[in-house]
């Protein structure tokens, strides 16, 4: 199984809900990563968690809180959006151990549209 | 800092045509690379890897190969196909300070069009 599965696939929410993004791989990947993709832009990275800890933080705003539950699971909830923050969020992960297996590997993604 | 740079496209042709996508990367340390496809509506599929210089990533008869004299790792296909229509991501991978994972540096992409 090299699939990470991603819920919902599509979402619309209004500035003042709050949802969760879901993402799920069975690999035994222990670097876990979510990052965000603007129309016709490349992904940028939004947070890392590491042996189910958070290792990076890439200065996101805290209307985005990231979760990762336990090794195979990684949520990010999200609360008073923006219009601006519509993209596709892209959910990875990856070995994390010092192997020469370094890729990462990808969602299909959420497509969130903010109301 | 680390960054890539690749050809912005996008780039057309026709069914059965010789395609190349340059890309060169500035990395400090010995940075993994990649190229990644994406299908319209859908996420980031892994096309093929090098961890080192001199080796050569095929699939789909696609390939690259790392050159670290000249910083390249350059995409081609010798025939490509309507199903080649996609948009391709050059990418290099380090380890983070952090430790236990990788850091994905992306170029912006180049939109190719495969007419039959």
């Known amino acids: 199984d090299t699939e990470v599965t991603q819920t919902p696939k599509h979402l619309v929410m209004g500035m003042t809900n709050k949802k969760s993004l879901k993402c799920e791989q069975h690999?035994?990947?222990?670097?876990m990563y979510w990052y965000k993709q603007k129309a016709k832009k490349p992904p940028e990275l939004m947070f890392v968690?590491?042996?189910?800890?958070?290792?990076i933080n890439e200065s996101v705003p805290s209307r985005f809180s990231p979760e990762c539950p336990n090794s195979s699971l990684l949520n990010l909830h999200l609360h008073a959006l923006q219009p601006e923050d519509s993209a596709l969020y892209l959910c990875?992960?990856?070995?994390?151990?010092?192997?020469?297996?370094?890729?990462?590997?990808f969602g299909q993604g959420t497509r969130l549209t903010v109301v | 800092g680390n960054s890539v740079t690749q050809m912005e496209g996008p780039v057309t042709l026709s069914e059965e045509a010789f395609l190349t996508i340059n890309c060169t990367y500035t990395?400090?340390?010995?940075?993994?690379l990649f190229w990644y496809v994406q299908y319209p509506g859908e996420g980031l599929q892994l096309l093929l890897k090098?961890?080192?210089?001199?080796d050569k990533g095929s699939n789909k008869g696609f390939e690259a190969t790392y050159r670290k004299e000249t910083t390249s790792f350059h995409l081609e296909k010798g025939s490509v196909q309507v199903s080649d229509s996609a948009v391709y991501f050059c990418?290099?991978?380090?380890?983070?300070?952090?430790?236990?994972?990788?850091?994905?540096?992306f170029g912006k992409g180049t939109k190719l069009t495969v007419n039959p």
């Open positions: 690999m035994g990947h222990r670097a």
């Open positions: 990418a290099l991978s380090l380890p983070t300070t952090q430790g236990g994972s990788e850091k994905l540096v």
């Open positions: 990875a992960s990856s070995q994390g151990l010092a192997s020469e297996n370094t890729e990462a590997f």
């Open positions: 968690y590491s042996y189910e800890k958070l290792s």
């Open positions: 990395a400090t340390g010995y940075p993994s």
């Open positions: 090098a961890t080192k210089a001199d």
